[in-house]
């Protein structure tokens, strides 16, 4: 098990206090399945997070340049993964990246680990190497990263994590 944590503020006060500004967290969607201890495997749930945090975003499954998933876990909560990614992206699903294979799991620490890892990717302007390579994959475009997070109980959250140059 590991932990992680993030400062939030309002872009207008770190601005006011000179703070380097690393990513916006310009929207966010939440949904459950309705199921208790299960997760249904057309990834409804999912599906409906993403279209929120695009819809509070004002932004298009077209720009994501970048997504930070687990990409791991029960054999349900993949195969609802893999239909809400196919669902809302079609074949055009971005590149894709993970800190599981780094990390392990640890649920609790996830999700702000990815939302760092989103800002870095926003600032390096490149994903990093996947599991047993060391080349990166450069993504000069890059101006919105999506963050995926779920649990096996059928809980989903998407946040689109923007660079700062666009506010």
Do not use: W
Not at 103 to 126: C, D, F, Y
């Amino acid at each position: 098990e590991g932990a992680g944590a993030l400062l939030l503020e309002r872009l207008s006060i770190a601005l006011d206090r000179g703070a380097h500004v690393a990513a916006i967290l310009s929207g966010f969607g939440f949904a459950q399945d309705g199921l208790l201890d299960a997760v249904r495997p057309d990834g409804a749930g999912f599906s409906r997070a993403i279209r929120q945090a695009f819809k509070m975003s004002s932004i298009s499954a077209e720009d994501i340049g970048a997504l930070v998933f687990p990409g791991m876990g029960p054999h349900e909560l993949l195969l609802a993964e893999a239909a809400a990614l196919e669902t809302v992206f079609g074949s055009s699903i971005p590149t894709r990246v993970s800190a599981v294979t780094a990390t392990g799991m640890a649920p609790s620490a996830l999700l702000p680990l990815h939302v760092s890892l989103a800002a870095e990717i926003l600032r390096r302007r490149e994903a990093p190497p996947i599991s047993n390579t060391t080349s990166v994959r450069p993504l000069p475009n890059v101006r919105h990263v999506l963050v995926l997070h779920s649990s096996s109980s059928g809980e989903y959250a998407a946040i689109v994590v923007s660079s700062p140059e666009i506010f």
